[in-house]
């Protein structure tokens, strides 16, 4: 491993344990999805602009940049007003298992854009998955609050899943430009939903929205960004999985949710199956490689 390699890794792990504290805050705070976002956002914003105007980095995008900043931004708007709705309605823990389907995301994104053909042992692997999200909820009552809310985490974690093939487009420009067209072009997003943010917050809820926007978004992301494009993918989403382990300890410990058994053992198949699907394409590379 080089030394670059090695100091994209531990940015990657600083990374994922500053997002890990998302999920708590989200289900800490009383302020609505909209007021989240928007805030984080602003934040970010407010100190990314004026780097952007001083580097003169807005000289240096074409039309075919802007259109992929605009692509990425409106992809993470989405991704995040989901994620934010299933920590909401189904719990931090929860909502941090449901984006651990990231595997099986990108088992599909792979089969859409790059025809790849899914195995026997890879659907085996699916089904496993399945029945981890079918633990974790505990009833597979579509009707149920939280049960709805974890499948829209499912589903925020696929959008997710699309961001590294999205700047991979972009790879060229650099790292701030990218999180700062991602970062604005969701601000567009969250800004039509303007009418229904709501202000009127206890101090509280304003730390948690500064810490939001902050470490978990600016030094979270801009971070992310720079490791998930410049890393091999097999590396980022492994480090990606330690993500719901730290989100579950800290919302046990200081949001007092109920861990169950079969909430660890749900977990535990949903991140093994996705880990192995990810990880299996590469051994059996490497295993080529060396006949």
């Known amino acids: 491993m ?24 989200i289900k800490f705070t009383s302020a609505n999805i909209e007021t989240i976002g928007s805030a984080r956002l602003g934040i970010s914003l407010l100190a990314l602009t004026p780097l952007m105007f001083f580097m003169r980095a807005f000289r240096q995008l074409n039309r075919s940049d802007w259109s992929w900043l605009l692509l990425a931004g409106l992809c993470f708007g989405l991704h995040w007003w989901t994620y934010f709705y299933a920590i909401k309605a189904a719990g931090a823990a929860a909502g941090a298992i449901a984006m651990s389907t990231f595997g099986i995301h990108l088992l599909l994104l792979n089969w859409i854009i790059h025809r790849h053909r899914v195995s026997l042992f890879e ?33 925020s974690a696929f959008l997710y899943g699309a961001m590294p093939l999205i700047h991979r487009r972009i790879i060229h420009l650099p790292t701030t430009t990218r999180t700062w067209g991602q970062f604005a072009f969701a601000g567009a997003f969250f800004l039509a939903l303007w009418p229904q943010t709501d202000w009127q917050l206890a101090p509280s809820d304003w730390w948690a929205l500064l810490v939001l926007g902050t470490l978990c978004t600016l030094f979270a992301h801009a971070l992310w960004v720079k490791a998930s494009s410049e890393l091999p993918g097999v590396i980022t989403s492994s480090i990606h999985y330690l993500y719901p382990p730290m989100t579950v300890v800290q919302s046990y410990f200081f949001l007092g949710e109920t861990i169950t058994a079969a909430t660890v053992t749900g977990t535990a198949l949903i991140i093994g199956a996705n880990l192995i699907l990810l990880v299996s394409p590469w051994i059996r590379l490497r295993r080529r490689q060396q006949l």
């Open 123 to 155: 659907c085996l692997l699916i089904g496993v998955c399945i029945f981890g999200c079918y633990l974790v909820v505990q009833s597979p009552a579509i009707d149920r609050a939280a049960t709805v809310g974890f499948l829209v985490g499912v589903f």
């Open 2 to 25: 080089g030394t670059t390699q090695f100091r994209l890794i531990v940015v990657a792990l600083l990374s994922v344990t500053a997002m890990s504290l998302v999920p708590v805050l």
